[in-house]
């Protein structure tokens, strides 16, 4: 594992949804808190010098961000609608504190205070690592993920079918720190940045290796990505100033996408503890929040379970993951349960049958799986740009995400509705569609099963 790629620490607060904060800039609300006594401002920043509160969604315009969540509202399924209660998103701020901050001792004062409903010290982003081999060509062969079951998902099988290839008008956002678009492999594959910047050096290694898991040309170089031809965009994680600022990237990303469209979180945040434990993004309450609404929207989200630990490389079972408030949010049993509608991905071996989980966390609320070992893609590195050290639920979410690209575009391709999140994730996660593993980490999607046996039932688009 890498270290983590914040620069300073961060605290998210969301102040309770009544209140009507000036949201429009920076400048407007730091102003704001300077006048009011709501939090005691002033004495804070006295007690606690070089603090400063922004807008935790700085990419979109407040009154856009409100037009947008309701309209999503209005036009999500009756029964999604009667479930879902949207947050004011124009509460959620953040401070950026200088390092040497006790930032533990100042979320507890915040907690104090009657019009906070919620503080905490933003997690790490943790990408993982990968390692290099000698350029070879063609490399498909090392490509295993991309065969018949029970090895891989059967991508070459899609590829037999009008959409199987990613060709199509559904859209992927891949969302993590940073890419390499100048691989030889993703020539002419058309990615396109959103927003944000490509070029943190940091992200370069795990950005390119899983693009090239979906991307990789059909050109006689290296290898093949599942879905060569797809519309793919980037939103990065980071801001200039090093923070991880995945929410607001999740939020531009449910503005960019549209209903069955797919966004890839390529993230996974680490526990404030000694033992450096892993777990989803969607166990910070915010990046829980806009992954909801993106999925409220019809968006399909793929979102890794997480490496287990960075010390000990052993995963944990998020059946007993508890938040701060000591519930069990990511056991499906448990009364506290809460289901964001993402596809939540976990990592298995990529040989020995069967199959068994990798470092993955595991548990019920695991949807599917795949190959997270020794996978082959796109490297950064210019004189060996291939690489076969891959790994963990980084690729396999890479490939799940490819997964539902195919299916999606066969599916508008066979003059089918687009599949919602809900749809999607019963797709894929059904053991009548798939490779199951005695670990809890779902099932493993077999493309052939599915646009055999699932696809010519769906009723046509009216």
């Known amino acids: 594992m890498a270290n983590s790629i914040l620069s300073h620490p961060r605290i998210i607060i969301k102040f309770k949804d009544p209140l009507n904060l000036p949201y429009r800039d920076n400048r407007e609300l730091q102003a704001y808190f300077k006048k009011s006594n709501l939090i005691s401002w002033n004495q804070l920043v006295q007690q606690f010098p070089g603090i400063k509160i922004v807008r935790l969604f700085a990419s979109s315009g407040s009154d856009q961000i409100v037009k947008h969540v309701k309209k999503i509202v209005e036009r999500s399924r009756p029964e999604d609608r009667a479930q879902y209660k949207a947050p004011n998103f124009l509460t959620y701020c953040a401070i950026d504190c ?25 997690s790490e982003v943790v990408p993982p690592a990968m390692t290099s081999v000698k350029k070879a060509n063609p490399m498909i062969g090392r490509q295993r993920y991309l065969d018949a079951a029970p090895t891989g998902v059967d991508a070459k099988f899609a590829w037999t079918v009008k959409g199987g290839r990613g060709e199509g008008r559904v859209q992927l956002i891949d969302i993590e720190p940073g890419w390499f678009l100048k691989h030889e492999d993703l020539k002419g594959a058309g990615v396109k940045l959103v927003s944000g910047s490509a070029n943190n050096a940091d992200g370069f290694e795990h950005g390119i290796g899983v693009l090239g898991i979906l991307l990789m040309q059909d050109n006689k170089l290296g290898g093949v990505g ?49 033992t450096g434990r892993l777990w989803p993004v969607e166990t910070q309450p915010v990046t829980f929040d806009v992954i909801e609404l993106a999925t409220t929207k019809g968006i399909i989200v793929i979102e890794p379970a997480g490496n287990g630990s960075l010390f000990s490389g052993i995963g944990h079972t998020l059946d007993g993951f508890t938040n701060r408030k000591n519930q069990r949010i990511l056991d499906r049993n448990s009364p506290d349960f809460r289901d964001s509608g993402a596809i939540v991905v976990a990592a298995a071996t990529n040989s020995k049958q069967p199959l068994k989980r990798t470092s993955s966390n595991f548990g019920n609320r695991v949807d599917c799986f795949a190959s997270g070992a020794n996978l082959f893609t796109a490297s950064k590195d210019p004189l060996n740009p291939y690489t076969r050290r891959f790994n963990a639920t980084s690729g396999a979410a890479a490939i799940i995400a490819g997964v539902a690209m195919a299916v999606q575009n066969i599916v508008e391709a066979s003059h089918k509705s687009r599949l919602g999140p809900k749809q999607m994730r019963a797709i894929l996660s059904n053991k009548a569609n798939g490779v199951s593993s005695r670990d809890p980490i779902g099932v493993m999607p077999d493309l052939k099963k599915i646009i055999k046996n699932v696809i010519p039932a769906l009723p046509a688009r009216t």
């Open 98 to 122: 200088p390092d040497g901050i006790d930032t533990k001792k100042l979320v507890s004062l915040l907690l104090g205070n009657e019009a906070v409903d919620n503080a905490y010290i933003e």
């Open 226 to 274: 599942i879905t060569p031809r797809a519309k793919v965009k980037l939103i990065s994680q980071m801001s200039r100033q090093g923070h991880n600022v995945i929410n607001d990237a999740i939020m531009k990303a449910i503005h960019t996408l549209h209903f069955g469209d797919i966004l890839l979180l390529e993230a996974q945040v680490k526990e404030d503890d000694p």
